[in-house]
């Protein structure tokens, strides 16, 4: 269904992609940030299952500025211990700059939302905060959130947290809470990774129900 793109950042950094496109005319746009294993074949799926519901969805690859074509399939310690390496490699301003062109390409196919899972999570909620062309945007168990938690979301944003997760004590879901009641803040009876199915903290219940509200968000917000 998908095919491999190329995109263009404000700095002339080429950059690398996935992109599914709808059978239709497309509801609208979605930029799908990664996890820490790149655009690997779990991402590539993601943008599959949202074109089949109609959405145009494009996932840039953010480690290229360190090493490009990354895919980490394992998500074990060792696929865990690179992307962490791989991400540390690259200044957040950088990242930013290549999801703008992400959001900037998305554009053709109408409003553009954004849904980011684990460090992608964190990226989508700082792209609602500084990036432009968004109608909305949806992060997934991003653990930088709470870091960054008084800055100011641009455009309608929810964010999906696993009460369970390790590396995201509930204690920081609660002071994003407090920080941001402009956000509405999910949490699910799941550990970290709980949306990926090809995990071992998959959590079958957690993820629909997330996915149904991420999905009736985009309905509000992209297609009306």
Known sequence: MGQTIGLKASDG?????????????????LVVIQEIFGVNHHIRNVCDR????????MAP?????AKADVELDAYDKAAMDEGVKLRAAIKLEDSLKDLQAAIDAAK???KV????????????????????GLACTVGYYGGMIAAHKDEK????????????DQGIPMSDVEKVKAARPDVKVYTWPAGHGFSCDERASFEPQSHEQALKVTLAFFQQNLEN
Do not use: N
């Open 153 to 164: 979301p641009k455009v309608p944003t929810i964010l999906h947290f696993g009460e369970q």
């Open 113 to 132: 939302g954004v849904v980011g899972y684990c460090w992608g999570g964190s990226l989508a909620f700082l792209a609602a905060a500084r990036l432009s």
């Open 50 to 57: 949202f074109a089949a519901l109609g959405y145009a969805a």
């Open 108 to 110: 053709t196919s109408g």
């Open 13 to 29: 950094f080429l950059l690398g992609g996935y992109r599914a496109d709808p059978a239709g005319k497309p509801k609208g746009g």
């Open 61 to 65: 690859a953010m480690f290229d500025r």
